[in-house]
């Protein structure tokens, strides 16, 4: 178990290093999330109702479309070189590579949520701060759910010609019960109101669609990447 | 003791059949030389022995342990292609890496060894991607070589090294051979794979065409063994 976890961190630690000397997927996913948030803005009136109705739809859209980018270079990223043939040769179980990469993507996409989260607030006119706790946990298991769907096709979808158009169609209908249960424990979030009654079936939603799709990644990743 | 047994390994893309009933032991010690025409499917058979591809049919053994059982995977090295090194890391980052991978008692010491014997110790902080081509090669040696394996898978490992790293190669190689290691590279270099080779493994449309010892007539007319067994 203790090799288990020291492969695991060992692969993280290695793509965020290399992600953090190229920039390749952060600049590209960053600059996009801001670009989306400020075409939203003009789309949309900030000191409107409706907005603050659908301002947790807005701000997990542009995560999901912004996640996307960062998602799809993480196992392209294996490809120069074919880095990949030598990690799957290596002795690293196929659920610690998984995990390890799936873990940098989970920092990279909470990073940009971070960065993007007080511009929105700037932008729509929302004070995002009234249940910060609430809003953390939202924002931890909503990014897990869609970081091992995202993970896990990035590394189905490697091979093919046309990955970065492929990956988001097959992520985004299996991402819409995660993405759905983050908008609507978002929405009442940023109106700073609390979590309670009805709305925790969602945050059971978010928990169980995180639980089965790391486990069905973490058995099914074999099959993946060797066939 | 059997380090490789290869069990009637059929692999299809699609209806195509790239390897047909591919059959072969190969016992600790040996260095097979793995020989045929483009297409032959001498790449499809080594990916499938170093655990990169699944057989459709048949199977195959390390070291008496079934080829699923991970463990058997740090007993092998692979040289294929691409170099399998990280641009954006150090070489010395890409040896540690890989010997935490491989679990090695001390990766720092491993890797710092290897970049000593493959002369790149002075350049360990550099970026691989300000690597001169040859030395990018050297890296890529060290990095098969790191976790010491016992088997030793080479596709093509000669083509488009520089002189320096063709000699390093060599020497390794050699060194691995007289220490009890198993070789099996395919190459189209028939003058060099002959020299080193104690077997010859013969592909040709996907099946087997020859198996057994190098004899001195394939040392001494490179073409013999083609002419006899291959498709003329």
């Known amino acids: 178990m203790t090799r288990f976890l020291r492969q695991m961190f060992t692969i993280a630690a290695k793509d965020l290093r290399s992600e953090l000397r190229t920039k390749e997927a952060v600049n590209a996913s960053l600059s996009f999330a801001l670009v989306i948030l400020l075409l939203f803005s003009f789309a949309f009136d900030p000191t409107s109702d409706m907005t603050r109705e659908i301002s947790g739809g807005l701000l997990w859209l542009v995560f999901a479309f912004a996640g996307v980018l960062v998602l799809n270079r993480s196992f392209a990223r294996e490809l120069n070189n074919d880095c990949l043939d030598a990690l799957i040769s290596s002795p690293v179980p196929g659920p610690a590579l ?68 492929m990956l988001p169609m097959l992520v985004y209908p299996i991402m819409i019960p995660c993405l759905m249960a983050s908008m609507q424990l978002t929405t009442p979030l940023l109106a700073s109101e609390p979590i309670s009654g009805d709305m925790l079936a969602w945050v059971r939603l978010l928990v169980g669609f995180d639980i089965i799709f790391t486990a069905l990644a973490v058995t099914l990743i074999d099959t993946v990447l060797v066939g | 003791m059997k380090a490789l047994a290869v069990e009637s390994v059929w692999k299809y893309y699609g209806d195509y059949p790239a390897l047909r009933n591919i059959a072969f032991d190969v ?178 449309r996907g099946g087997m065409a020859h198996s057994g010892e190098r004899t001195a007539e394939m040392l001494a007319d490179t073409g013999w063994l083609y002419r006899n067994y291959g498709d003329a």
């Open chain 1, 98 to 165: 998984f995990l390890g990469k799936a873990i940098a993507n989970y920092v990279l996409l909470l990073g940009i949520e971070c960065v993007c989260l007080p511009i929105f607030g700037i932008f729509y006119n929302i004070h995002w701060t009234g249940q910060p706790a609430w809003l953390a946990l939202v924002m931890l298991l909503g990014t897990w759910g869609m970081t091992v769907v995202g993970t896990v096709f990035s590394a189905l979808t490697v091979n093919m010609r046309l990955r970065e158009l």
């Open chain 2, 27 to 204: 016992e600790a010690g040996q260095c097979v030389a793995l020989l045929g025409r483009n297409g032959a499917g001498k790449t499809t058979l080594l990916r499938i022995l170093g655990g990169l591809s699944r057989p459709s049919k048949g199977g195959v053994r390390l070291f008496e342990r079934e080829h699923s059982d991970r463990s058997s995977r740090a007993l092998t090295g692979i040289i294929g292609h691409g170099i399998a090194v990280y641009d954006e890391l150090s070489a010395y980052e890409n040896l540690k890496l890989f010997a935490e991978l491989y679990a090695l008692e001390n990766p720092h010491k491993a890797a710092m060894e290897w970049l000593e014997r493959t002369a790149l110790d002075r350049v360990k902080d550099s970026l691989v991607r300000e690597f001169s081509r040859g030395m990018r090669q050297r890296l890529a040696v060290a990095r098969a070589f790191l976790h010491h394996p016992k088997l030793l898978l080479l596709d093509e490992p000669f083509t488009s090294l520089d002189d320096r790293a063709i000699a390093l190669l060599q020497s390794l190689l050699r060194d691995s051979l007289a220490e009890g290691g198993t070789v099996i590279m395919s190459t189209h270099q028939l003058r060099e794979a002959m020299e080193l080779a104690s077997h010859v493994v013969l592909l040709n």
